[in-house]
T-cell receptor, first 111, second 114 residues
Framework: KQEVTQIPAALSVPEGENLVLNCSFT??????LQWFRQDPGKGLTSLLL?????REQTSGRLNASLDKSSGRSTLYIAASQPGDSATYLC??????????FGAGTQVVVTP | GAVVSQHPSWVICKSGTSVKIECRSL??????MFWYRQFPKQSLMLMAT?????????EQGVEKDKFLINHASLTLSTLTVTSAHPEDSSFYIC??????????FGQGTRLTVV
């Protein structure tokens, strides 16, 4: 069974610092790896989707890498802002519409 | 992009009553939708797969008689929490795959049973 682990569970940084969020998964047989943002009491906002054949994806200040062989993905957020404060979830797409989620990393960016 | 709409966004109900949550795909047809549940400080866990025109498939440990799923059309799946109890209080979220792009998630429903 696929297990997804996110480290650290929580992270607090001053504004302007870069953020590094880690995700590991036990089964490399994933269709893709997706990063989401979740604000308190809200749904999910998709940030980046990395297909299994890709090694990274970039969108603005966000960059996500994927290493299937080692079962790892990393989300980098450059020059963090207070508005980046949220919980970040990674999820392995393990089948048609099925995701295995990590528990998330709660990020606080202080002004 | 494709949108999945979930309603209501939050609901408070009395213990013993039933609550229905709707999940709609707004601009694409979804023969399959998925229901997840998230307890505080925990990850989203897949509850069941909703199949249009047929019975839902439930994950291990999820009571099918308590969480009734109906997928009567290609754009609508409903989750009914029957005889709700305080331990059913959670965040419920649905998703659907747009075959042309990726999976999309609803806004989620915060259920509080008092």
């Amino acid at each position: 069974k696929q297990e997804v682990t996110q480290i650290p569970a929580a992270l607090s940084v001053p504004e302007g610092e870069n953020l590094v969020l880690n995700c590991s998964f036990t089964d490399s047989a994933i269709y893709n790896l997706q990063w989401f943002r979740q604000d308190p009491g809200k749904g999910l906002t998709s940030l980046l989707l990395i297909q299994s054949s890709q090694r990274e994806q970039t969108s603005g200040r966000l960059n996500a890498s994927l290493d299937k062989s080692s079962g790892r993905s990393t989300l980098y957020i450059a020059a963090s802002q207070p508005g980046d404060s949220a919980t970040y979830l990674c999820a392995g797409h393990i089948g048609w519409g099925k995701f295995q989620f990590g528990a998330g990393t709660q990020v606080v960016v202080t002004p | 992009g494709a949108v999945v709409s979930q309603h209501p966004s939050w609901v408070i109900c009395k213990s013993g009553t039933s609550v229905k949550i709707e999940c709609r795909s707004l601009d694409f047809q979804a023969t399959t939708m998925f229901w997840y549940r998230q307890f505080p400080k925990q990850s989203l866990m897949l509850m069941a797969t909703s199949n249009e025109g047929s019975k839902a498939t439930y994950e291990q440990g999820v009571e099918k008689d308590k969480f009734l799923i109906n997928h009567a059309s290609l754009t609508l799946s409903t989750l009914t929490v029957t005889s709700a109890h305080p331990e059913d209080s959670s965040f419920y979220i649905c998703s659907a795959d747009d075959p042309n792009t990726e999976a999309f998630f609803g806004q989620g429903t915060r259920l509080t049973v008092v």
